[in-house]
């Protein structure tokens, strides 16, 4: 069986696809045969395209980002205002489909964990749906703590035991930012928290995966 991990975010925002990116392209510079899959987006499809660079898995757009709507709304949203609808079904689905052909899949989510990503179902509803393991993308800054709180209480018990947390630090750091990751031991086990170096731009990834430092952290996230 695939492994598939799902990447959320604490916000829209957060960092999802930079760290899609790095985790695509530093599996594959392992010899990993990965996928990253944006699902759905709305708006433009820029993160679909960086991660089907990273990847490189000889997969089309379409099959990378099959559900593209042009409001950059919710996905929920955006989709009814060209009268489509699509079920949590739908995109598991098309998940497995793809699944079958990699020993990895990445899933990025779109908005934040509980953003309307179809009719009834978020990125919660997805994760339980593939039996995914969760990554959580999540600005190092001041109210981090609070963000990250309450995304893991809005998950089952049973992923948020076992879900990682990727801070991705801000371009400088601050009282808040060096102190987060020990206020957030108190949360959740130290040992699944991993600190990110600030990216200047998404497609930043093929340079920065090649730090040490960024390795580290990425090892972290993913066992």
């Not at 099959?63 to 709304?73: K, M, S, T």
């Not at 994760?127 to 209480?153: M, P, Y």
């Amino acid at each position: 069986m695939p492994r598939i991990i799902v990447i959320t975010g604490t916000d829209t925002g957060a960092g999802k696809t930079v760290l899609t990116c790095l985790l695509a392209r530093y599996l594959r510079n392992k010899g990993v045969n990965v996928a990253a899959l944006k699902p759905l987006c709305s708006g433009g499809r820029s993160d679909a395209q960086l991660l089907r660079r990273a990847a490189d898995a000889g997969l089309k757009l379409d099959d990378v980002n099959p559900w593209h709507f042009r409001a950059p709304l919710a996905p929920a949203f955006a989709a009814r205002r060209e009268k489509r609808a699509v079920t949590v079904r739908d995109v598991s689905s098309h998940i497995w489909n793809i699944a079958h052909r990699f020993d990895v899949v990445l899933v990025e989510g779109a908005g934040g964990l509980l953003s309307p990503l179809g009719e009834h179902f978020s990125t919660r509803e997805l994760i339980s749906a593939l039996g995914a393991d969760l990554i959580i993308a999540a600005q190092n800054k001041l109210g981090v703590v609070n963000h990250v709180r309450l995304t893991l209480e809005a998950l089952q018990p049973v992923v948020a035991a076992r879900a990682r947390l990727a801070l991705m630090s801000p371009p400088r750091s601050d009282d808040a930012s060096r102190s987060n990751v020990e206020l957030l031991g108190e949360f959740m086990s130290p040992d699944r928290v991993a600190v990110l170096p600030r990216f200047r731009k998404a497609n930043d990834f093929e340079h920065m995966v090649k730090q040490s430092s960024v390795r580290r952290a990425i090892d972290a996230v993913l066992h």
